[in-house]
């Protein structure tokens, strides 16, 4: 039995894993699916910080008697990276799903300009003054993140989006080889994602190698789409050790 980590990106929240948790439960695991958009609701976005999505994490890895296997989607892929750098011997094995994968130094809004075909960033809204971070009214949220859902999911999933907070993706990631360079680097690309296109998540587990690359024909969004085959990767993962 593992305990997995689940950290989701930016605009969506915890229920964004309602289809994969019960998945992974049956299959005998633990799993903890912390709320990193829920910060923002009785605070300022501007108070919401890299350091802060970090700590929650950590405060998880923290309670847990062996090391899990921590898996980010698309932004939480800086989180599990500075978590790493924070708790390397609570990892059993760090899980890039879709995610960035930066180098030390590195940021999300540095390394995202690279992604020219992204549909993300021409539809992105900056609000420097709330320190927030949205997307333009009617921007295509079904081709940017959720191209092979059901209508129904699509649905649910664009209720829920929030405003995401605008420092984490402006903040440099601080990682080390003794530290986060310890941990096992797994990256499950999505090869019909437009969000982070495949050619960019090749270019980002490249720089940054990774013991394991799995592939999904999917777009953004495998937890809603193709959520058995998702299990079955991470599953395949729990005998990984650091």
Known sequence: MSTYVLVHGAWHG???????VPLLKQAGHQVEIPDLSGCGQDKTFREITLATYTKRVCEILD??????????????GI????????????IQALVYLTAFLVQNGESVFQIAQTNSDSLVAPNLVVNEEQGSLTYKEGA?????FYGDCSDEDVARAT??????????QGTPVRITA???????RVYIECLRDRALSPSFQKRMYTATPCQTILSMETSHSPFFSAPQQLVQHLTSLSSVSS
């Open 79 to 90: 989180v599990i990276s500075q978590v790493a750098e924070e708790r390397p011997e609570k």
């Open 14 to 20: 915890p229920w964004c894993w309602e289809k994969v």
């Open 63 to 76: 309670a847990q008697a062996e090391p899990v296997i921590l898996v980010g989607h698309s932004m939480g």
């Open 159 to 168: 209720s829920l989006l929030v405003p995401g907070a605008l420092a984490p």
């Open 178 to 184: 003794e530290h986060f360079g310890q941990v096992p």
């Open 140 to 144: 295509p949220l079904k081709d940017m």
